[in-house]
Structures are given as C-alpha cells and as structure tokens.
C-alpha cells in the first residue's frame, strides 16, 4: 500500500496549508488515515485521523480548533487543512493507513496504531 504526502512549505505564523494523502491503492472505507508529525529531536506525534468506516475524526489538542481533517472518496485522498499555522508546528507531518476491513473501528493515536506510512512533507511556520 503507498501512501503518497504532499503539499507542504513554508508559511508565515498565522498562515494555512492544506496537505494531501494520496492511497490510490487503498478505498478509504476500508481504511483509517492518520497524520502524525516529528520535528527535530522529537518523537513522531499523532495529529488528527478519520475514519470512514466508524464515520469520525479525531484531533490531537494542539491542534484542535486549527486543523481539519477531510476525505475524497472517489480520489482516495485524505486532506489536513492547516490554518493558524504557529512555528511549533513545524515538522515532517507523515500521513499513516490502518486496515479497518470496513468495520467502524477507531484508530489508536500511537505510531504503532498504523500499519503503512507515506514518506512525509515538510511544513515549516516563520516569520
């Protein structure tokens, strides 16, 4: 399964970014996609995740209240709408599948919840 992520750069304090998770191979309904982020000398932290198949989204609470989290079925990708962009929020963020087989689980929020990883964009907030 690849995950492909993109979309990220370099934003002012205050700016927005979306951050798309391309799955091509994968139907969402029978996924949860997570996004996690690491920044330097830091462990990988989840951020937010959404699951078709339970009908939810969850965010972490650093972020809660700035980011969204959306999906487009009929093009497999998953969106992470980044607005209120603050620089500790600066980081490789990595979008993550878990196989639900189409039942409504919900995902764990741990690195190890995940079962395929994309390779990651970088976003970076300053001024």
């Known amino acids: 399964v690849q995950l492909q992520a993109s979309g990220g750069g370099l934003v002012q304090p205050g700016g927005s970014l979306r951050l798309s998770c391309a799955a091509p191979?994968?139907?969402?309904?029978?996924?949860?996609i997570g996004w996690f982020r690491q920044a330097p000398g830091k462990e990988r932290e989840w951020v937010s995740f959404i699951s078709r198949s339970a009908g939810i989204t969850r965010y972490a609470d650093s972020v809660k209240g700035r980011f969204t989290i959306s999906g487009d079925n009929t093009i497999n990708t998953v969106y992470l709408h980044l607005n209120s962009l603050k620089p500790e929020d600066t980081a490789v963020y990595y979008c993550?599948?878990?196989?639900?087989?189409?039942?409504?689980?919900?995902?764990?929020?741990?690195?190890?919840?995940?079962?395929?990883w994309g390779q990651g964009t970088q976003v970076t907030v300053s001024s």
């Open positions: 993550a599948a878990k196989n639900t087989m189409g039942r409504p689980s919900i995902p764990g929020t741990k690195v190890t919840d995940f079962n395929y």
């Open positions: 191979e994968l139907t969402l309904h029978s996924y949860a």
